[in-house]
C-alpha cells in the first residue's frame, strides 16, 4: 500500500489531538493578568485605592510601602508580561514567576506586616511549584528585533498609561496644564525628571514614581531583550537539503508543492527512519508546515510525529497550509486535528490543453496580439543558462517584484537561478526596444519548480511594468506548449483561495449565505487577490485539485491565519529598511537564504 494512505501507528498514537494548553497553565496565566490589571489600576487611580476593592487589591504583590502606586504600578506592568509565557508552559516565564511572587510576599511582610498579602503570593506560588512539570516549553526563535519592538510598544504603552496618571488627580492640579505640558511631564517622568505640571502635597511624588516606574520597566526589559541569548529561526542546513532532495527523487511526485520545501528559511524534522520528513517555519508562535509531508507515505506518521512533538517541546500551536486531500487524512487521523478546504489548486494537463474552442478564445487572441507586437519566448531549464542571463534574470525578478515585502512560503522557493536547482524552468518574453532598457530585450519572467520527473509546479511571475499586458498568460501558454520538450505532462499553476464558494456564489440559484460569503471574498480580493487570482487562473481550463488547513481547534484559526499571512508576507510587522539598504551583491543575491514570493499578477 505505498501509494495509499498509510496505516495508524501505535506510536503516534500518544499523540492525539496534539499539545492542548493544560488546564494550570490557563488558570495561572490568567490569574497573574487578574491580579496584574488590579496592580496597575491600584497603581493609577486614585479613587480605586480608596474603594472597597482597595482593602483586596491593596494587599496583592506590589502594592505595599510608601512607594505603593510604583511599586503596584511595576508589579501589575511585570505580572501581565508573564501570563502569556505562563498560558503557554514557558518556563522562563515560570522561573520569573517563582522569583517575582517570594519576592512580593517577602515584601509584604517586612514593609506593610501583611500576612494576608503575603499568602496570596504563596497562593499564587504553590501550583506553580506543584505543577512544574507543566512549564517545561522551550524557547521560541526570535532575533534582536524583539528588543526593538519592545522598547517601540512598551514605549507607547507607557506614554498613554502616563498620560492617564497624570490626569486622574484632577482635584490636586495646580493651574490647567496644556495636553503639550501632560505630555511633556510624562516624557520627562519616564527619564526621572521632573516636568512642567504641579500638583498640592504628596501627588507629585506619587506621578512622579510611577512615571519613573514605567521607564524603569520599559528600559529593563528592553536591555533584557537585547542582550538575553539569541535563539534564531532555524535554517535549512546543506545536510538537511541534500536529505531532502534525496527523498524528492524518489518520492517527488506525490506533491506538487513537494519542491518548496527546500525553502532555505525553512527547518525539518525527518522520521526516525529518515524516508519521510514535514518543513516547517515558526511564526509567531505558530508552527507552520505546508503541504503533505515528503518522502515515503508510509513513513509520514513517524514524521508527523516528530512534528508534534517539537511543537509540544516549545508549546507551538501546530499548523498545516495547502496539504492535499490525502495529507490531510494522514494529519488528522494520526493526530486528531481538524481539517477546513482552504481552496483549489489550478493543474493543468499538458496533453489535454488547447487554445482552440470558445472557451480558450480570449488567451488565444490576447496571445496573438502580443505576438503581433515582436514579442518572443523562450523556455529553457535553468542549467542550459549562462551566468550572465541568470545574473540578470535575479537582478530583473527582484527589481519588478512590485512590493517592498518578499511574499510567499507555501508555494515559493525563495530563490531563482540557483547551482543547485538546475531542473527548474525559466520562461522568458522578449522585445527589442529601440532604446535597450537595464535588462535588454527582457520582458518578463516565469519560474517553475520541478514537480517529480514529469511535472512541473509554477514558483513566480514578474515583469517589466512597462511591458504590454498579457505577459502572463503569453509566457504560461509557451511553457504548456514547450512541456512535452521538456518531458513534463502535467503543469500546476496556481492556488486559489476559496475558489469553491467563489464559483457557487455567483451560479444562479445561490443560497443568501453563499451569495454573502461570496461578496465579502470579492471585497476582500481588493487587498488580497482573491477573486481576481481564482479567475486567472481558470482562463486555462485546468482542473482543480482540493487544498486544506489543518489545525488544533477552532479558537486557533484566527492566529494560524494572522501566522500565514506574516509568512507569506501579507503582514509585516518587522521595521522596513530602505530599499537602497536591502541591495545586495550579485553573487549574494545568488546563493542567499532569503524569503521569496509567489508574486502572482492577474491581467
Known sequence: ???????????????????????????????????????????????????RMHSFAEVLPGSFGPFAAALSLSAGVLLLLLAHGLRR??????????????????SQFMYRHSIVGALISIALLVPLLVHRDQFKALPDPRSRWRALANFVLMGAGSLGLGLVIVSVHPGRLI????????ITHVLYGLFGFEGPVDYQGNTSWTVAFSLGALGWITAVTTIYLAFRPEHPAARLTEDDESRLRALLDKHGRRDSLGHFALRRDKAVVFSPSGKAAV?????????????????????????????????????????????????????????????????????????????????????RQMVKRIERAGYETRVRRVRDLGEAELERIRRAAEDWRGTDTERGFSM?????????????????????????????????????????????????????????????????VAALQAAPKFGITRVSLNFAMFRSALARGEKIGAGPVLRAWRGLLVFLSRWFQIESLYKFNAKFQPRWEPRFVVYRASGDLPRIGFAAMQAEGFVNLALPLPRFLRRRSSAARACAHTVAERDVRAA
Open 1 to 51: 500500500m505505498s501509494g495509499g494512505v498509510p496505516p495508524r501507528s501505535s506510536r503516534v498514537r500518544r499523540i492525539v489531538r496534539g499539545p492542548r494548553p493544560e488546564a494550570v497553565p490557563s488558570l495561572v496565566a490568567r490569574a497573574c493578568a487578574l491580579v496584574g490589571l488590579l496592580d496597575v489600576a491600584g497603581g493609577v487611580f486614585p479613587r480605586f485605592r480608596h474603594s
Open 412 to 476: 515559493a522557493l525563495g530563490r531563482v537561478g540557483d547551482a543547485s536547482d538546475g531542473d527548474c524552468l525559466i520562461a522568458t518574453a522578449h522585445k527589442a526596444d529601440e532604446v535597450p532598457g537595464e535588462y535588454g530585450d527582457l520582458k518578463a519572467i516565469l519560474h517553475f519548480v520541478p514537480w517529480g520527473p514529469d511535472g512541473a509546479s509554477l514558483d513566480l511571475m514578474r515583469r517589466d511594468r512597462s511591458a504590454d499586458p498579457g505577459m502572463n498568460e503569453l509566457l504560461i
Open 279 to 363: 518543513t516547517y517555519r515558526v511564526v509567531s508562535g505558530v508552527m507552520l508546515a505546508s503541504g503533505d509531508p515528503i518522502g515515503d507515505v508510509e513513513a509520514w506518521p513517524g514524521a508527523i510525529e516528530r512534528f508534534m512533538d517539537e511543537a509540544k517541546a516549545h508549546s507551538w500551536t501546530p499548523a498545516v497550509m495547502g496539504c492535499s486531500e490525502t495529507g490531510g487524512e494522514v494529519w488528522t487521523r494520526e493526530t486528531g486535528l481538524d481539517a477546513l478546504e482552504l481552496g483549489d489548486e489550478a493543474v493543468v494537463d499538458v496533453a489535454d490543453f488547447s487554445l482552440a474552442g470558445r472557451a480558450m478564445r480570449n488567451v
Open 89 to 106: 508552559g514557558k518556563r522562563r516565564a515560570w522561573r520569573a514567576a517563582v522569583v517575582l511572587l517570594p519576592a512580593g510576599a517577602i
Open 175 to 182: 493651574g490647567d496644564p496644556s495636553l503639550a505640558d501632560r
